[in-house]
T-cell receptor
C-alpha cells in the first residue's frame, strides 16, 4: 500500500469520447506525475504537476491535459480518445517538487486506471 | 531521443536459481538509474544508482551501475516464486532543475517452484 489511490480502476470508452482519471497522492506529497503504460511496454512519462502547475511534459499531444488541486490531488483528462490510448494510466506521487536536486527517485505509484478504447 | 533497453524481455527460472537482468541507457542529462518491481499494477521502488561501481544491496537483490559503458545490472540470488514480476529499469533525466523518468520495456521474470 503506497497511499496513492486512483479512480476508476477500469473503464471502457469509445473512440472520440473524453475521459477523466483521478489520483489522490500520498499524504504530504506535493508532486504528482502521470505515466501511460501500454501492454508489454514500460511506463511513459506524460507530465508532472507541482503546486498546481505543470512542471514538465513528455511527448504527448495537447489532448492530454491535467490539473492539480490545492490538496495535491490530480486529474488526467484525455480528449478525442483514440484506440492507441488504451493503456494502464499510472499516477505517482513524491515529495520533491519535481526538483532534481531533492529527488530520491522514489515515486509512490497508485494501482492505475486501465482504460480500454473501442 | 532518450532510450532505455532491457534484456532479456522475459526469463523463466527455477526456485533457487540466480538471475541477472540487464539495462542499457542512452539519454541526455543522465542523473541516475532506478530499478522498480511491478507485480500487478503499481511499480515499487527497489534501487537508485548514481555512482559507478558502487553496489547497492537489499536482501537477495543487488544492483550496480557502469556510467562509462552506460549500463546497469540487477542480480537476484536464490530466487523465490515471490520474485516473479516485471522488473523495470528507468533513467532519471534532468531537464534543467526538474526531472523525468524514462523507462525500459521491462523484464518479465517467472520463477517456477
Amino acid at each position: 500500500e503506497t497511499g496513492v489511490t486512483q479512480s476508476p480502476t477500469h473503464l471502457i470508452k469509445t473512440r472520440g469520447q473524453q475521459v477523466t482519471l483521478r489520483c489522490s497522492s500520498q499524504s504530504g506529497h506535493n508532486t504528482v506525475s502521470w505515466y501511460q503504460q501500454a501492454l508489454g511496454q514500460g511506463p511513459q512519462f506524460i507530465f508532472q504537476y507541482y503546486r498546481e502547475e505543470e512542471n514538465g511534459r513528455g511527448n504527448f499531444p495537447p489532448r492530454f491535459s491535467g490539473l492539480q488541486f490545492p490538496n495535491y490531488s490530480s486529474e488526467l483528462n484525455v480528449n478525442a480518445l483514440e484506440l492507441d490510448d488504451s493503456a494502464l494510466y499510472l499516477c505517482a506521487s513524491s515529495l520533491d517538487g519535481g526538483l532534481d536536486v531533492y529527488s530520491t527517485g522514489e515515486l509512490f505509484f497508485g494501482e492505475g486506471s486501465r482504460l480500454t478504447v473501442l | 531521443e532518450d532510450k532505455v533497453v532491457q534484456s532479456p524481455l522475459s526469463l523463466v527460472v527455477h526456485e533457487g536459481d540466480t538471475v541477472t537482468l540487464n539495462c542499457s541507457y542512452e539519454v541526455t542529462n543522465f542523473r541516475s538509474l532506478l530499478w522498480y518491481k511491478q507485480e500487478k499494477k503499481a511499480p515499487t521502488f527497489l534501487f537508485m544508482l548514481t555512482s559507478s561501481g558502487i553496489e547497492k544491496k537489499s536482501g537477495r537483490l543487488s544492483s550496480i551501475l557502469d556510467k562509462k559503458e552506460l549500463f546497469s545490472i540487477l542480480n537476484i540470488t536464490a530466487t523465490q516464486t515471490g520474485d516473479s514480476a516485471i522488473y523495470l529499469c528507468a533513467s532519471k533525466n534532468s531537464g534543467g532543475s526538474n526531472y523525468k523518468l524514462t523507462f525500459g520495456k521491462g523484464t518479465l521474470l517467472t520463477v517456477n517452484p
